[in-house]
């Protein structure tokens, strides 16, 4: 016995120590990731249910480093919110996507929304609007293609955080809830945020079809957008089954592997903006 007691303390250990050791790796590494150009923006096309045409794409960073490999955004953007390099890469994806967007638009003469991940931390940094601001006027975009994804965290409850939202909203831009259903629970701030549309979380929709009561959940979010005027996206669309309901209950845009996985810039743009369509 008590040599398994002393197994599995070594082996205990020896987990928290590689697991400090990835999360001191991914740090030191996102210090150079950006001026060694190891970022790189994939983009999810936008579809609207009702005419199966794509409005816009999500932008979604990958990071190719030559020591850890590919690291996914889900390990490394919490440690770069911890660390402030966030600050630096969101003001990268917020350029090259906006950039990007507007390349996109000239070449197929098509107006699309580019909707952009924002973390809490970017926003409650006192230039953010300024350099939202700064973005848009150097792209020539017009601000209305502009979409933001934001997610609910307890800075969100602030009065500031509602005063910041609204001169954002200034600017022309769209306001976009992100995960929704899965953060603080209260609804009261959905009338207080200046939002144009709620983005229903994956987990509620990815095999929803054999589960009631995601099911339920996801008409329920759906009737509450309605109510508050605001428009309806559901992510992670995986089926047929799923893209038709979400169809027939009234939910206005899906995005998710059914219709098509995040895409390279080259990649998106063969499968989606070649001529034709
Ligand atoms: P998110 O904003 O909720 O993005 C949706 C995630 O679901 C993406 O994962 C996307 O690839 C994935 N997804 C899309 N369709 C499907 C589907 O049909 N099924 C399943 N299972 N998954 C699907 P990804 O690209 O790994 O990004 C993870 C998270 O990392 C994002 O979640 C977002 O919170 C964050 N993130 C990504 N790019 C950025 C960024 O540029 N800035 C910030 N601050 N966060 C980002
Ligand atoms: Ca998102
Ligand atoms: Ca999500
Ligand atoms: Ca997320």
């Not at 609207?48 to 960073?61: A, P, Q, R, Y």
């Not at 996985?261 to 499968?271: A, G, I």
């Amino acid at each position: 016995v008590k040599e398994r007691g002393k197994n599995n303390y070594q082996l205990f250990t020896s987990e928290m120590q590689q697991h400090f050791y990835r999360k001191m790796m991914i740090e030191k590494q996102l210090r150079t990731a950006l001026d060694n150009e190891e970022f790189e923006l994939f983009y999810q096309p936008i579809m609207n249910v009702k005419t199966n045409e794509i409005i816009g794409m999500e932008s979604l960073i990958r990071w190719n480093n030559e020591i850890l490999g590919q690291v996914t955004p889900d390990e490394f953007i919490p440690i770069a919110e911890e660390t402030g390099m966030i600050i630096p890469i969101g003001q990268w994806v917020l350029d090259t996507a906006i950039e990007q967007n507007v390349r996109w638009q000239k070449e197929v003469y098509k107006p699309f929304k580019i909707s952009i991940n924002v973390s809490v931390r970017q926003l409650l940094e006192p230039t953010f609007l300024e350099s939202v601001k700064n973005s848009i006027e150097n792209n020539s975009i017009d601000a209305t293609y502009v979409v933001l994804e934001i997610t609910e965290s307890i800075a969100m409850y602030a009065e500031s955080m509602i005063e910041k939202l609204c001169a954002l909203k200034k600017l022309g831009i769209n306001l976009s809830m992100d995960d929704f259903g899965t953060g603080y629970s209260s609804l009261s701030y959905l009338n207080k945020y200046p939002l144009d549309s709620l983005k229903i979380d994956k987990s509620f929709v990815i095999g929803m079809n054999r589960d009631d009561e995601n099911k339920a959940l996801v008409k329920t979010i759906i009737a509450i957008a309605k109510q508050l005027d605001l428009k309806v996206i559901a992510e992670g669309v995986e089926g047929e089954d799923e893209y038709h309901f979400l169809s027939e209950i009234g939910c206005d845009y899906a995005q998710g592997y059914f219709i098509s996985r995040p895409l390279s810039v080259n990649d998106f743009k063969e499968k989606w903006l070649t001529a034709g369509d």
